[in-house]
């Protein structure tokens, strides 16, 4: 079973940044293939991130990483928009390949999320 935790959330001015950070335990992450979604209130959830593929609302301000132990993804984020104000989930897949990464049902295990909120 793998767990993930997501954290790093908040309110920021347009134009700040912030770091998303998902923990995850049970296994090693190197097993597994991770991506950053969101969801803005009365949206579908929408994939963001993963691998070096990002969504093109945020291409060149986000940017996804792993840390060297393997059990923490980033997401970091520039740049921000008030467009950006969304709960954002990280995700793990065993499918350790690229394919089909922006699909939200090839993801196997879900964090319960944290707010980002951008004012403008």
């Known amino acids: 079973q793998v767990q993930l935790v997501e954290s790093g959330g908040g309110l920021v001015q347009a134009g700040g940044s912030l770091r998303l950070s998902c923990a995850v335990s049970g296994r090693t992450l190197s097993r597994y293939s991770m991506g950053w979604f969101r969801q803005a209130p009365g949206k579908e959830r929408e994939f963001v991130a993963a691998?070096?593929t990002y969504a093109d609302s945020v291409k060149g301000r986000f940017t996804i990483s792993r840390n060297p132990a393997g059990n923490t993804v980033y997401l970091q984020m520039n740049s921000l928009k008030p467009e950006d104000t969304a709960v954002y989930y990280c995700?793990?897949?065993?499918?350790?390949?690229?394919?089909?990464?922006?699909?939200?049902?090839?993801?196997?295990?879900w964090g319960q999320g944290t707010q980002v909120t951008v004012s403008s």
């Open positions: 691998f070096s």
């Open positions: 995700a793990a897949r065993q499918r350790t390949t690229p394919s089909d990464i922006v699909t939200m049902t090839t993801y196997d295990y």
